[in-house]
């Protein structure tokens, strides 16, 4: 079994700062792409910002400039450094994992899910 465990939401003035991270627990052979979503109640939830094992980055356009993503792998923990936030940056963030599991009688890849964090930007 694995689990995402996310930190560092809160409530924070517009043009502030928080950071978010998720840390990966259990056994698991290796984590691919380390995702972090957002999702508003009635809405989709939607890709913010996604980092591979290599450090290859993506962003949404809404969050380019602002928000930054990047992981130890050593501690198998991703963060989201998040500045010049907006009240429409107000949503629950998720972490998402791609994680492989090798055993001696198989090789699965598989996505988990933490259990979200609130960040809350008043205006």
């Known amino acids: 079994q694995v689990q995402l465990v996310e930190s560092g939401g809160g409530l924070v003035e517009t043009g502030g700062s928080l950071r978010l991270s998720c840390t990966a627990s259990g056994t698991f052979f290796s984590i691919d792409a380390m995702e972090w979503y957002r999702q508003v109640p009635g809405q989709q939830r939607e890709l913010v910002a996604a980092?591979?094992?290599?450090?290859?980055?993506t962003y949404a356009d809404s969050v380019k400039g602002r928000f930054t993503i990047s992981r130890d792998n050593a501690k198998n923990t991703t963060y989201l450094e998040m500045n010049n936030l907006k009240p429409e940056d107000t949503a629950v963030y998720y972490c998402?994992?791609?994680?492989?599991?090798?055993?001696?009688?198989?090789?699965?890849?598989?996505?988990?899910w933490g259990q979200g964090t609130q960040v809350t930007v008043s205006s």
């Open positions: 998402s994992a791609d994680f492989r599991v090798v055993t001696d009688y198989s090789d699965e890849e598989f996505d988990s």
């Open positions: 980092i591979t094992s290599g450090g290859s980055t």
